[in-house]
Each structure stands twice: as structure tokens, then as C-alpha cells.
């Protein structure tokens, strides 16, 4: 701690990503990137813009990517906010969209960097317990706030909220927004993206860093009613004009237009994810439904911490939460199916 600190600085308690470990033959299954690279088609848009038009700064309203978004989602171009990955998006939701004077709510288990956000802004907040089976429940949700944010599918727990009870939640918050981030909606759920025309209220997050491979890209987006959406650009016009540089966003593009792909390998996360679920049941563990790139299980007999420390011991990494009412369980992001392999393996020797 220095005396130079600002007082803010001194009470924030910082968001911590998951670990990027340098270990060799490593078996990452820890921070719910893709286990398969992005389309080719990514790798020939980024290597096309490298040339001398990286002296020039890129376009600071993306343009081109935000209409490519539009048209694949059936919305206008005016509807979507781009950022550096989704977690700049959030950051300006929180700073732009909620009523600061009022608590924000979000679920006790969910994506950390909420309360993070809410520290660093003065923002009022109040957990909402998940159920005993870790679902959200609408009706928790109908409390005087300044606002709701909840992913969908939940992380870390991996289950999906129906839009039918997003709806519920909606419609139960009228004057104020309510944010669904969908950073895994592609493994398995329905986008609220076609709700966005319906409820003026609703603003969805999303990220290509999970089902389009681009994690080390940096490209997030936002889409709801022209009026977040300018919110949203004020914050960013005053913070950073040019968050998404020629690459990321011709990179990003490309990634929008070949479905094909994306089909191809939401398709092979989803099985895989099937099979290790069952294999890790067989293995006398609990799975909650997942319709993420990651599953959420606990043994019935050995805590999280030592099965953490044990697969650690053979070269895998997984996320386990020392935290109330998740301590025992690991969150496993789906890998190939080699590394898959040699989880299941490694666990039922433990």
C-alpha cells in the first residue's frame, strides 16, 4: 500500500482471473476457453489487415462488425455496443445503466466480477441466494433495486434460466434495466437478443472469447434499445474512443461469417460435455446441468480442495472456489477430447 493510493484504491478488492499457469504438458481446464482454435477464415481477415493501415486508428464506432452483428441477430446496427471484451462491456453497464443510489441485485453464486464492478463505483448491491439446487428464482428478483444482472447460463454453476422466466424478470422490473450475460448462450440456450425489441429495459451481454474462439482477441458487445446503447456510448466516448483496434475487429467479423464453424465446434464442446458429465457420474460425483463450456460437480466424498490439488499434482488445472455453499465443487471447462481423456482418468484414480 502506498501513501499515493487513493482511498478508493485502498479498499478495492480486485476481481482474480483465472490462473495462466506456465507448465509444461499442462492440461488447462480451468478458465472455459474453447478447446478448439478459431475459424481459419479469423486467422486470413487478421493477417489481411496487417499493413501499413496500423498507423491509422480504427474505426471508433466499428461499423462494419456492429451491422454484421445486426443483420446475424435480426436487429439494427443501432442496437449494439461493441467494447474490449465483455468485461469493459460490463463496466460501462455499471457505471452508465444503474441507478447507483439503489442496490444492485445479482445472484450470491455468480460471475465475481459484479461486486467488483460495484466497489469500484460506490454501487450499492444485494446478493440474491440461489435455490438449493442453485437456480435462480425469478420471483427473488421482484425487490426495490437500481437495477439486475445475472449470466445466463449461470457461471460458475453452468445452469440456464428459460426465457419464458427471464421474461418474469423483466417484466417485474419496468423502470429499471436488467442485464442478461450470455457469455455461454451458445453452448445450449436461447439468446434473450430476441426479447431486446419487446422490453425496452433489457440489455444483453455476450463475448467471443468463449463459442468463436477469441478469447485473446478482446471483443465484446451489448445489445438492447438505442437509448442504452447511447448510455453506453458516453461512458466509452469519454473513456476510450477506439476500444477495438483493426485486427480485433476485423478478426471478429470474420468469426460472424463463417457459421459453419461455429456450428461445428458448439456442437463438439455440447458432446463432450455430455460424455464427461456421465463419466464423472459414474465416478460418484454430482454434475449440475450444464449448458456452458464447463460443468459444475462435487464428489459425494472428497472435498473440491483436495480433488483440486490432486489433478493438480498430475498436470491439470481446474477452478475450485473457496467459497459458502461451493467449497466442494470444481468448475471444468470442457476440453478436446484427449484432455477430457485424462481427467476422467486422473480423477478416478484419486
Known amino acids: 500500500m502506498s501513501k499515493f493510493w487513493s482511498p478508493l ?5 480486485p476481481y482474480v482471473p483465472g490462473e495462466q499457469p506456465k507448465m509444461a504438458k499442462l492440461v488447462k481446464l480451468n478458465t472455459n476457453e474453447n478447446p478448439f482454435g478459431p475459424s481459419p477464415k479469423v486467422i486470413e481477415a487478421i493477417q489481411a489487415e496487417l499493413n501499413d493501415s496500423l ?3 480504427p474505426d471508433p464506432e466499428g461499423e462494419s462488425l456492429r451491422q454484421t452483428i445486426a443483420t446475424y441477430h435480426g436487429i439494427q446496427p443501432n442496437q449494439v455496443f461493441l467494447g474490449n471484451g465483455s468485461d469493459e462491456v460490463l463496466a460501462h453497464i455499471f457505471y452508465g445503466l444503474f441507478q447507483h443510489g439503489e442496490p444492485i441485485l445479482f445472484p450470491d453464486i455468480t460471475y465475481s ?15 440474491v441466494a440461489l435455490t438449493d439446487s442453485f437456480e435462480i428464482n425469478p420471483a427473488d428478483f421482484t425487490q426495490p433495486n437500481g437495477g439486475v444482472i445475472f449470466p445466463n447460463p449461470n457461471a460458475p454453476t453452468g445452469r440456464y434460466l428459460g426465457l419464458e422466466h427471464v421474461e418474469e424478470i423483466l417484466a417485474a422490473n419496468p423502470d429499471r434495466v436488467v442485464v442478461v450475460d450470455e457469455a455461454y448462450i451458445d453452448f445450449g440456450g436461447k439468446t434473450a437478443i430476441t426479447l431486446v425489441d419487446k422490453y425496452p429495459n433489457l440489455l ?7 463459442a468463436r474462439s477469441l478469447a485473446g482477441l478482446r471483443v465484446g458487445f451489448a445489445v438492447g434499445h438505442p437509448d442504452l446503447i447511447e448510455a453506453l456510448n458516453r461512458v ?6 477506439y476500444p477495438l483496434d483493426r485486427l480485433a475487429l476485423a478478426g471478429a467479423k470474420a468469426a460472424y461469417e463463417d457459421e459453419a464453424w461455429f ?6 464442446v455440447i458432446s463432450e460435455r455430455e460424455r464427461v458429465t456421465a ?3 459414474n465416478l460418484g460425483f454430482e454434475v449440475l446441468p450444464s449448458k456452458a463450456n464447463f460443468i459444475f460437480a462435487r464428489h459425494k466424498e472428497q472435498s473440491g480442495e483436495a480433488l483440486a490439488r490432486g489433478l493438480r ?14 467449497s466442494d465443487f470444481l468448475r471444468i471447462t470442457i476440453g478436446t477430447s484427449d484432455q477430457n481423456d485424462a481427467l476422467i482418468n486422473d480423477l478416478d484414480s484419486l
Open 113 to 127: 466480477f459484479y461486486p467488483v464492478y460495484c466497489g469500484l463505483y460506490g454501487i450499492p448491491s444485494k446478493v
Open 236 to 241: 466509452k466516448n469519454s473513456f476510450n474512443s
Open 55 to 57: 498507423r491509422l486508428y
Open 313 to 326: 499434482e498430475q498436470g491439470i488445472i481446474v477452478r475450485h472456489f473457496n467459497k459458502p455453499r461451493i
Open 263 to 268: 456450428r461445428k465446434c458448439c456442437e463438439g
Open 204 to 210: 444483453v451481454s455476450q463475448t467471443l472469447s468463449k
Open 9 to 13: 484504491v485502498k479498499d478495492l478488492v
Open 279 to 281: 463419466a464423472l457420474e
